[in-house]
C-alpha cells in the first residue's frame, strides 16, 4: 500500500508564494515521474508540472516562469514552489506519482488534494 500526503496549501495574497510537499510513504521499490495537478471549480483536473526520476521537468504554460517543481528522491518526496501567484492559480492541488512496490510493476497514486486559494 502506498500513500501520498500534500502538505502546504493555504491562502496567500495575489503576488505572493506559497510551497507545497508531496511525501510517499509505504510499500515502495522505485518511484518514477511525479507531478503536480490542479483542479479549479467547475473545471477539469490538468497538469500543473512534472518531474522525471532522473529530474527533468515539464510545465503548464500557464506556471511556467512561475512555479519550479522539485523531488528530494532521499525523501520520497515531491515539492511544488509557487512563486507570483494569481488569483486564477486558485485550485485544489493534487499531487501525483507512479510508484512500483518492490519487485511489481508501476501503479499510479494520488494524494487527497490540498486547497491553494489566492485572493486579496
Known amino acids: 500500500q502506498v500513500q501520498l500526503v500534500e502538505s502546504g496549501g493555504g491562502l496567500v495574497q495575489p503576488g505572493g508564494s506559497l510551497s507545497l510537499s508531496c511525501a510517499a510513504s509505504g510499500s515502495i521499490g522505485s518511484i518514477y515521474a511525479m507531478g503536480w495537478y490542479l483542479q479549479a471549480p467547475g473545471k477539469q483536473r490538468e497538469l500543473a508540472a512534472r518531474i522525471t526520476n532522473r529530474g527533468s521537468t515539464n510545465y503548464a504554460d500557464s506556471v511556467k516562469g512561475r512555479f519550479t517543481i522539485s523531488r528530494d528522491n532521499t525523501k520520497n518526496t515531491v515539492y511544488l514552489q509557487m512563486n507570483s501567484l494569481k488569483p486564477e492559480d486558485t485550485a485544489v492541488y493534487y499531487c501525483?506519482?507512479?510508484?512500483?512496490?518492490?519487485?511489481?510493476?508501476?501503479?499510479?497514486?494520488w494524494g487527497q488534494g490540498t486547497q491553494v486559494t489566492v485572493s486579496s
Open positions: 501525483n506519482g507512479a510508484i512500483a512496490a518492490p519487485g511489481r510493476v508501476p501503479y499510479e497514486y
